[in-house]
């Protein structure tokens, strides 16, 4: 049953961006110009461009130290954490 499921959700993910693709293609038909999606595209380049630009938080822990205790309220202790 699993695999199933899996497999379920591979075949939705693909039809959802089947669907959107026959979307932009559409748009780009309809409205005979192409620079909004050029537009997109570069800005996606300038995002993976500035990627190496960014913070590592791979080692960090997601909440401080007092947020995971048992006796303190995760939620007050995360949003004390980001004032």
Do not use: D, W, Y
Not at 10 to 39: D, N
């Amino acid at each position: 049953m699993p695999g199933q499921r899996a497999r379920f959700h591979h075949e939705l993910r693909m039809l959802c961006r089947s669907g959107f693709h026959f979307v932009v293609g559409a748009g780009v038909r309809h409205f005979q110009i192409v620079k909004p999606v050029a537009f997109t595209a570069v800005a996606f380049i300038e995002g993976i461009l500035l990627l190496p630009l960014g913070e590592e938080t791979k080692s960090k822990p997601c909440l401080p130290e007092a947020a995971r205790s048992p006796h303190t309220n995760v939620r007050a202790a995360a949003l004390n954490h980001f004032e």
